[in-house]
């Protein structure tokens, strides 16, 4: 898992930790050119595995799937491509063409409920090239009509982090001067706090990073995870109309 940590001074990323297993079966099924599908709770790092391969593997990411208009945007910056006056069809079928035969695989990030329209264009697109799925969930009633072809996916599920891959990612900030030395006493709390997810552990660290909190007080820990829970808080704009 990697982040990016902001402080008033300074702007550091913490090192990519763990995940060793996956990362080597990702490799192998993409020298196979094997469809994935890569499943794991919102934080867990989906995302980051995905970044962490990127340049390696050369691979071509959508990091919002859920409109064919945005993964068509996001495969054009990839091949340096431009809209134009082009119609979505006409973006659609001209990526299609590019796609043939290529060994880079197509990542669809933030998978979730994918319409008929959708559907379709992701088989086409794996029938041309390898597809990787990043996904929360493989029911039928979250992930839509995509889900009749998962059988043809490998699945690989991220889990959270155990201890030791807590005690990893707090041990590279540390080295990093992120954090205070110190902090090693409190990867037990951390990892009780973040219930071992890796998005919300740096979040614990970005919030420690600020000097605000005391890491060795229980209460500025919890101070810290309930001011890290409002800031998640939904706003009234970010909350849909149905739902008020």
């Not at 790092?45 to 993964?71: D, F, M, Q, T």
């Not at 597809?131 to 969930?137: M, Y």
Request: aromatic letters at 6%; charged letters at 25%; proline letters at 6%.
């Amino acid at each position: 898992m990697s982040a990016t940590v902001s402080t008033s001074d300074v702007r550091l990323t913490i090192p990519f930790v763990g995940r060793e297993r996956e990362i080597a079966r990702l490799r192998q099924l993409h020298q196979l050119r094997k469809h994935v599908l890569i499943l794991g709770p919102e934080g867990v790092g989906k995302s980051a595995l995905v970044a962490h391969l990127y340049e390696s593997l050369g691979l071509r990411v959508c990091p919002a799937s859920e409109r064919l208009s945005e993964i068509c945007e996001a495969l054009e910056r990839e091949y340096d491509l431009a809209a134009g006056d082009l119609h979505i069809v006409q973006r659609k079928n001209r990526l299609l063409k590019l796609l043939k035969g290529t060994r880079h695989a197509v990542v669809f990030d933030g998978a979730s409920w994918t319409t008929p329209k959708l559907s379709s264009f992701i088989e086409n697109v794996a029938g041309r090239a390898p597809v990787w799925l990043c996904a929360r969930s493989e029911h039928p009633w979250d992930i839509g009509h995509i889900w009749p072809l998962l059988v043809r996916f490998e699945k690989i599920e991220i889990k959270p982090f155990r201890p030791v891959e807590t005690r990893g990612l707090v041990e590279a900030a540390i080295r990093l001067g992120i954090v205070p030395p110190g902090m090693s006493d409190t990867v037990g709390q951390l990892h009780h706090l973040c219930a071992g997810n890796p998005k919300v552990l740096c979040e614990l660290i970005e919030g420690l990073a600020t000097g605000r909190y005391d890491p060795h007080r229980k209460f500025d820990l919890r101070l810290l995870d309930l001011d890290r829970r409002i800031q998640h808080l939904p706003t009234s704009e970010t909350i849909h109309p149905l739902e008020r």
